[in-house]
């Protein structure tokens, strides 16, 4: 695994995020007059998430139906909402931020609700919201091929503006998010070549109070390196298979080649204070 400087990446990370906020500020009045209704309809003070009522969470999902460059980051909070009981959809007010679109999940008998807030309708700072309450744990595995656990350890208030860095007004906390999705794309073959994709995973860990790193995360093909070495036995991220005698055909009985398999897992880890690093096992 080598270390490469992140100042190119860094940069159009950047221009990508002027681009969306750009493009929030310009398309975002027609949620921005949603929240306004909402709030004062609820009547809860800033800080407090208010849901949404239902001919609003209605008027929310036309919004995005179809979407456009902008709203698909409000489309994906709107088809999670409605993967399956247990969540609520509502819209949260914090001091200095852009008004957030909340999609919070805290089901009966269950310890705790969580929360991802989405800030891109307003004046104000524009990023993500990330709240769960300590001990909550929960694995969503309602979608074909996908697979997100989220687990906290304290009250966890974790926020990350566009552009900036995330922070937490918590003083001790720990989130970790794991998402496995495996595409929809079957395995390609052809007389002596076979092509596999294995899922892409992420894995984001964010601490406060403790000896950890404040951020990592990790972003790839396959069964992250850490977990096979941990012995959990998962698939690569690409698997090629060539048989040269088969590919020949009637050639191949002159030929003695044994069958070439590649395997390779890419990933790339971000950590607090370090350059990103990348990999391929």
């Given at each position: 695994?080598?270390?490469?400087?992140?100042?190119?990446?860094?940069?159009?990370?950047?221009?990508?995020?002027?681009?969306?906020?750009?493009?929030?500020?310009q398309?975002?009045?027609?949620?921005?007059?949603?929240?306004?209704?909402?709030?004062?309809?609820?009547g809860?003070?800033?800080?407090?998430?208010?849901?949404?009522?239902?001919?609003?969470?209605?008027?929310?999902?036309?919004?995005?139906?179809?979407?456009?460059?902008?709203?698909?980051?409000?489309?994906?909070?709107?088809?999670?909402?409605?993967?399956?009981?247990?969540?609520?959809?509502?819209?949260l007010?914090?001091?200095?931020?852009?008004?957030?679109?909340?999609?919070?999940?805290?089901?009966?008998?269950?310890?705790?609700?969580?929360?991802?807030?989405?800030?891109?309708?307003?004046?104000?700072?524009?990023?993500?919201?990330?709240?769960?309450?300590?001990?909550?744990?929960?694995?969503?595995?309602?979608?074909?091929?996908?697979?997100?656990?989220?687990?906290?350890?304290?009250?966890?208030?974790?926020?990350?503006?566009?552009?900036?860095?995330?922070?937490s007004?918590?003083?001790?906390?720990?989130?970790?998010?794991?998402?496995?999705?495996?595409?929809?794309v079957?395995?390609?073959e052809?007389?002596?070549?076979?092509?596999?994709?294995?899922?892409?995973?992420?894995?984001?860990?964010?601490?406060?109070?403790?000896t950890?790193?404040?951020?990592r995360?990790?972003?790839?093909?396959?069964?992250?390196?850490?977990?096979?070495?941990?012995?959990?036995?998962?698939?690569p991220?690409?698997?090629?298979?060539?048989?040269?005698?088969?590919?020949?055909?009637?050639?191949?009985?002159?030929?003695?080649?044994?069958?070439?398999?590649?395997?390779?897992?890419?990933?790339?880890?971000?950590?607090?204070?370090?350059?990103?690093?990348?990999?391929?096992?």
């Amino acid at each position: 695994m080598t270390d490469t400087s992140p100042d190119a990446l860094g940069t159009v990370v950047g221009q990508l995020v002027e681009q969306l906020a750009a493009m929030g500020q310009q398309e975002g009045g027609a949620l921005r007059r949603l929240l306004d209704g909402a709030e004062q309809r609820a009547g809860r003070a800033a800080g407090e998430v208010a849901e949404l009522p239902d001919e609003v969470w209605q008027q929310v999902k036309e919004l995005v139906d179809p979407p456009d460059w902008w709203s698909l980051l409000v489309y994906a909070l709107v088809r999670i909402g409605e993967s399956e009981p247990g969540f609520t959809v509502g819209t949260l007010h914090l001091d200095g931020w852009s008004r957030m679109l909340t999609l919070t999940y805290a089901p009966e008998g269950r310890p705790g609700p969580f929360t991802l807030g989405l800030a891109v309708t307003d004046e104000g700072t524009k990023g993500v919201l990330l709240r769960a309450a300590d001990g909550f744990r929960r694995v969503f595995a309602g979608q074909p091929g996908l697979r997100i656990e989220v687990a906290a350890e304290g009250d966890c208030d974790w926020r990350y503006p566009f552009g900036g860095t995330v922070h937490s007004p918590t003083p001790r906390s720990e989130l970790r998010v794991a998402v496995d999705w495996q595409p929809p794309v079957a395995p390609q073959e052809t007389t002596g070549f076979r092509f596999e994709l294995g899922p892409l995973h992420l894995r984001a860990e964010l601490s406060r109070g403790g000896t950890a790193p404040l951020y990592r995360l990790v972003l790839g093909l396959g069964t992250p390196a850490a977990e096979t070495a941990a012995g959990t036995a998962g698939p690569p991220g690409v698997r090629a298979v060539l048989d040269p005698a088969a590919a020949l055909g009637a050639l191949g009985a002159f030929v003695r080649v044994a069958p070439v398999t590649e395997v390779y897992s890419p990933h790339v880890v971000v950590t607090e204070g370090q350059s990103p690093r990348y990999g391929l096992t």
